[in-house]
């Protein structure tokens, strides 16, 4: 889903954590369902061509990879903005989902800025140095950062980007 939303407080962030909660769990209950009434072969021809879970915001028919995707860059996104909030009170941040130009979190005065993603590595299509680049190029946000889920980045790998990256505060993040 493409789409640009305004959050103004954290119950904003438990509110579309919740949302998203709840259509995770109608997508499992879909996906229990097919697994105990297809055969292998039908049931991954099935999760490959038909959308047979929900979108995570919509709650629309959406194909498996395309809901666990959205899911994970929706969540991080909103423990970023969770963070944001902390770190920035009595700012208001829009968050860009899909393919919504701009940085995928603003402030409402744009003196804030961060980029969010989620990866099994983040060297995967060098995604990280690309954010960290793209951040680092901005030159009227007073604050950006990196916010991102990835199971295998170090403190080592933290120290090594923030040098290379000084203007851009990198935040992992669990989920």
Not at 90 to 116: M, T
Request: overall charge positive.
């Amino acid at each position: 889903m493409t789409q640009s939303v305004i959050l103004t407080s954290p119950h904003e962030v438990a509110t579309y954590r919740t949302l998203i909660c709840e259509n995770l769990e109608k997508s499992r209950q879909h996906l229990a369902s097919l697994c105990a009434s297809e055969d292998g072969f039908s049931l991954f021809q099935q999760l490959k061509f038909k959308k047979k879970v929900v979108e995570p915001l919509s709650g629309q028919p959406e194909h498996l990879l395309e809901a666990i995707n959205q899911s994970q860059t929706y969540l991080v996104s909103l423990a970023a903005v969770s963070l944001l909030f902390h770190l920035h009170p009595g700012h208001s941040f829009r968050l860009n989902w899909g393919n919504v130009p701009g940085y995928d979190i603003q402030s409402d005065d744009n003196s804030i800025i961060a980029e969010c993603f989620v990866a099994t590595s983040y060297r995967s299509n060098q995604k990280l140095r690309r954010d960290l680049l793209r951040l680092s190029q901005n030159t009227t946000a007073a604050f950006r950062y990196e916010c991102f889920c990835d199971r295998t980045f170090t403190d080592k790998s933290r120290i090594y980007y923030e040098k290379l990256f000084p203007m851009v505060k990198i935040l992992p993040l669990s989920l």
